[in-house]
Antibody, heavy 123, light 110 residues
Framework: EVQLVESGGGLVKPGGSLRLSCAGS????????MNWVRQAPGKGLEWVAC????????FYADSVKGRFTISRDNAKNSLYLQMNSLRAEDTAVYYC????????????????WGQGTLVTVSS | QSVLTQPPSASGTPGQRVTISCSGS????????VNWYQQLPGTAPKLLIY???HRPSGVPDRFSGSQSGTSASLAISGLQSEDEADYYC???????????FGGGTKLTVL
């Protein structure tokens, strides 16, 4: 069974840092582009960042550029999101999401999604 | 403000057909395929429609998608109470070099 399990969420003060992790299983993790998508409480989905299989292509949403860093360790089947200079508006459930197919994003889609991990930025 | 525009809400009675629209631009919907996700209350989103009009296995054929120009739509026929959920459209945006979502549509089954 293809599975993504996030961890690392929690309560952090404004200006602080947090590192999220995502463990992939049931598929060849090293072959797939991976993403982080977040959802603020009561709000819609917002794509955060993506990283291709060999970490040569990395893209960020403007809202997190310069503050967040996406990375992966294929030997450990793991995806990471280092979040620095956190703000109240970064409070959200963060989902680890896999590109469904081994192809460019313009014809691709997200599947599966992890269960999410909650990040709360508050003093 | 989402890059893709969806109505915030939609509703219908059991058995009815409802449609949810998704409006974008030349850099996303017009040139790249559209996907739809269903989010049941308290759960993670789940793939509903991919590449404009394809259903993953397990998704009932009551759900269908279409795309034309800079717009896409999701149709649900034979509405059922378990269809009550939030629905999101999404596409890759070649100008932004990122994925963009619609703001989501909350479907209520009356």
């Amino acid at each position: 069974e293809v599975q993504l399990v996030e961890s690392g969420g929690g309560l952090v003060k404004p200006g602080g840092s947090l590192r999220l992790s995502c463990a992939g299983s049931g598929f060849t993790f090293s072959s797939y582009t991976m993403n982080w998508v977040r959802q603020a409480p009561g709000k819609g989905l917002e794509w955060v960042a993506c990283i291709n299989s060999i970490s040569t292509y990395i893209f960020y949403a403007d809202s997190v550029k310069g503050r967040f860093t996406i990375s992966r360790d294929n030997a450990k089947n793991s995806l990471y999101l280092q979040m620095n200079s956190l703000r109240a508006e970064d409070t959200a459930v963060y989902y680890c999401v896999r590109d469904a197919q081994l192809e460019p994003p313009d014809t691709n889609w997200f599947d599966p999604w992890g269960q999410g991990t909650l990040v709360t930025v508050s003093s | 403000q989402s890059v893709l525009t969806q109505p915030p809400s939609a509703s219908g009675t059991p058995g009815q057909r409802v449609t949810i629209s998704c409006s974008g631009s030349s850099s996303n919907i017009a040139t790249n395929t559209v996907n739809w996700y269903q989010q049941l209350p308290g759960t993670a989103p789940k793939l509903l429609i991919y590449r404009n009009n394809h259903r993953p296995s397990g998704v009932p054929d009551r759900f269908s998608g279409s795309q034309s120009g800079t717009s896409a739509s999701l149709a649900i026929s034979g509405l059922q109470s378990e269809d009550e959920a939030d629905y999101y459209c999404a596409a890759w945006d070649g100008s932004l070099n990122g994925w963009v979502f619609g703001g989501g549509t909350k479907l209520t089954v009356l």
